[in-house]
């Protein structure tokens, strides 16, 4: 299974973007779909997250701010991110745990400018 994640680029501070994330083919027993982001020398960190009964989770720091949704149809979920900051410049990856094992997206740059 391959997780190709799209929607990055270059935006102001004040943008928005959307993210998304197809997986190749339809994953059984999904527990979570996730995002998380990497900033230049730092740790990866968590950003949202969606499971199955559609209940969502944040990041303190996004919360308000971005907004996860799935399409199950599409095999997609995607990050809805307004009122972007600088801060939130990072390498942005999906991730789709299922019960068999966790899949991971190459990664879509985001950069906001001040």
């Known amino acids: 299974v391959q997780l190709q994640a799209s929607g990055g680029g270059l935006v102001q501070a004040g943008g928005s973007l959307r993210l998304s994330c197809v997986a190749s083919e339809t994953l059984i027993g999904i527990r979570a779909m996730r995002w998380y982001r990497q900033a230049p020398g730092k740790e990866r960190e968590f950003v949202a997250s969606?499971?199955?009964?559609?209940?969502?989770k944040y990041a303190d720091s996004v919360r308000d701010r971005f907004s996860i949704s799935r399409d199950r149809a599409k095999k997609t979920v995607n990050l809805q991110m307004n009122s972007l900051e600088p801060r939130d410049t990072a390498v942005y990856y999906c991730?789709?745990?299922?019960?068999?094992?966790?899949?991971w997206g190459q990664g879509t740059q985001v950069t906001v400018s001040s």
């Open positions: 991730n789709i745990e299922t019960v068999y094992k966790g899949h």
């Open positions: 969606i499971i199955p009964n559609g209940s969502v």
